[in-house]
C-alpha cells in the first residue's frame, strides 16, 4: 500500500511539473500599450498580395505575432461588400502596423485599436 501511495505522489508530481514547463512564458496581458507595441513593432519580412480579398489580408495579418498568443485579432466592421474587395500590395521589411494603415486607406476605413484587436471599420 506504501508503495502504491509512493507511485501515485510521484506520477503527480511529475506530472505538474512537466505541465508548468513553458518556455515562452505565460501570454502577454494585451493592454492598450502592449497592442499598440506589438502593432509597430512586429515587421513582417515579405508581403506579396495580389488581388487578394480584405478578408484574407486580415486573416494572413492576425496570424504575423511571435507565437499564437502574441498576435493581434483584426477584425473587420461595417464593411459590406468593400471586405471582398481585391487588393495588390507588395513590400518588404514592413511593419504590421504600416500594412493595416495601407490597407485601411485603401478601402476607405478607419483603424480603431483596442486591446488586443484592430478593427477596420467604416
Request: net charge neutral.
Amino acid at each position: 500500500m506504501k508503495s502504491f501511495i509512493f507511485f501515485s505522489l510521484c506520477s503527480i508530481a511529475l506530472s505538474l511539473s512537466a505541465s508548468a514547463f513553458d518556455p515562452d512564458g505565460p501570454p502577454p496581458k494585451k493592454t492598450l500599450a502592449w497592442t499598440t507595441s506589438n502593432l509597430a513593432n512586429v515587421t513582417i519580412p515579405n508581403i506579396d498580395f495580389d488581388e487578394a480579398p480584405v478578408t484574407f489580408i486580415a486573416e494572413y495579418l492576425s496570424k504575423r505575432g511571435m507565437t499564437k498568443d502574441h498576435t493581434v485579432s483584426i477584425e473587420l466592421k461595417n464593411l459590406g461588400e468593400t471586405a471582398n474587395k481585391p487588393i495588390t500590395m507588395k513590400a518588404r521589411n514592413i511593419r504590421l502596423l504600416e500594412v493595416l494603415g495601407l490597407v485601411a486607406e485603401e478601402i476607405g476605413a478607419q483603424l480603431v485599436i483596442s486591446p488586443g484587436k484592430v478593427t477596420l471599420i467604416k
